[in-house]
């Protein structure tokens, strides 16, 4: 199994990022998608979720309206759009694959957001 997070890099505070997380080794479209992320100090915090079937999406209060989830099932791959954003949102990115009580993790991408 293997979930690979792309996409993080430096942007300046108003900017936008997409993320990017290709997963294999496990049967994509029966997996519920998330998007996580961790600061120094702070906890791992969901920031999106995507269901198996794509249609019902759910999102952190802190970024609704700004970022944007979805899944593409033929390319085994799901995204994280980032519009609008802001220094707060500086942190590592994980990818996350879960069904029932079986979690997936990625390695994680920083996204780092300073002028």
């Given at each position: 199994?293997?979930?690979?997070?792309?996409?993080?890099?430096?942007?300046?505070?108003?900017?936008?990022?997409?993320?990017?997380?290709?997963?294999?080794?496990?049967?994509?479209?029966?997996?519920?998608?998330?998007?996580?992320?961790?600061?120094?100090g702070?906890?791992?915090?969901?920031?999106?979720t995507?269901?198996?079937?794509?249609?019902?999406?759910?999102?952190?209060?802190?970024?609704?309206?700004?970022f944007?989830?979805?899944?593409?099932?033929?390319?085994?791959?799901?995204?994280?759009?980032?519009?609008?954003?802001?220094?707060?949102?500086?942190?590592?990115?994980?990818?996350?694959?879960?069904?029932w009580?079986?979690?997936?993790?990625?390695?994680?991408?920083q996204?780092?957001?300073?002028?």
């Open positions: 199994v293997q979930l690979v997070e792309s996409g993080g890099g430096l942007v300046q505070p108003g900017g936008s990022l997409r993320l990017s997380c290709a997963a294999s080794g496990f049967t994509f479209s029966s997996y519920g998608m998330r998007w996580y992320r961790q600061s120094p702070k906890e791992r915090e969901l920031v999106a995507v269901f198996s079937g794509g249609g019902d999406t759910n999102y952190a209060d802190a970024v609704k309206g700004r944007t989830i979805a899944r593409d099932n033929a390319k085994n791959t799901v995204y994280l759009q980032m519009n609008s954003l802001k220094p707060e949102d500086t942190a590592v990115y994980y990818c996350n694959a879960w069904r009580s079986v979690n997936y993790w990625g390695q994680g991408t996204v780092t957001v300073s002028s």
